[in-house]
């Protein structure tokens, strides 16, 4: 079957160590994995640093402020399936790996492998509209649900419904022809309760449009999912809601 769409193929993918870098750039990141400005010392969380390799493939290490390895990702095109790719790990603080995800950048379809002590112990693949396969402990417990729970949650249908009730363009940015896509950042409690919410990547992006951004977002007032862990238990996690602002 291709609905994995050659996941498999991802694995196969070399970076080579010795491969010449044509550029290299160091940004700062906050809590949320966003660009922010280099003199916020405030809400400095990671360093990243983003290499172009000389046959157009990227890496990018993200570092935290005691300079361990947090994450890295590796960014190309894949030749045999024609469509450009992504590899992200994550690693704790002792940089053993947590979590693997690869995703086809084309379709926005991913799976992630989580893991602990070295051994795989839950995977979730999104197979497009809204249907992911998910399991925990063993693949023998794989389940098809209509969200990946293993991040926090809420109703699409509603949200998407306030969307087209509710958002507008704001004239000012419309007028300067201003444009993008503002990142929510939702803190969703282990009971399912909304404790924080806030713009994950305002920096460059229009001020009045990260403002009514959130006064839609602000509309929702639940029901909320919160995250399982590996054993299916709730946690407290962050969810991110994209709001979309495109100039037609």
């Known amino acids: 079957m291709r609905i994995l769409f050659t996941f498999l193929v991802f694995t196969s993918i070399c970076f080579l160590n010795q491969a010449q870098t044509k550029s290299q750039k160091v940004t700062y990141l906050n809590q949320h994995f966003y660009e922010i400005s280099g003199k916020d010392s405030e809400n400095r ?32 095109f894949n030749e045999t399936e024609k469509f450009n790719q992504e590899i992200r790990d994550h690693f704790d603080t002792q940089n053993n790996l947590k979590n693997q995800t690869l995703k086809n950048l084309d379709n926005g379809r991913y799976l992630t492998s989580f893991y602990e002590k070295g051994e795989k112990k839950g995977q979730v693949i999104y197979l497009g509209d809204q249907s992911f396969t998910l399991w925990r402990e063993s693949p023998e417990s794989e389940k098809l649900k209509n969200r990946d729970d293993f991040k926090p949650g809420l109703d699409m249908e509603r949200l998407q419904e306030l969307f087209a009730q509710n958002l507008q363009y704001p004239i000012s940015a419309r007028r300067l022809g201003q444009s993008g896509t503002v990142q929510i950042a939702l803190l969703i409690s282990e009971t399912g309760e909304l404790k924080e ?43 991110y809601v994209p709001v979309r602002f495109k100039l037609g």
């Open 45 to 76: 969380a990671f360093q990243q640093v983003e290499n172009e390799i000389q046959n157009g493939e990227k890496l990018v290490l993200i570092f935290d402020l005691e300079n361990r390895l947090i994450a890295q990702v590796k960014k190309s």
């Open 197 to 239: 919410i806030e713009p994950a990547n305002a920096y460059g992006m229009n001020k009045e449009l990260v403002k009514e951004a959130l006064r839609v977002i602000q509309l929702y007032d639940g029901p909320f999912f919160p995250a399982l862990d590996l054993q299916g238990n709730p946690i407290e996690a962050w969810m």
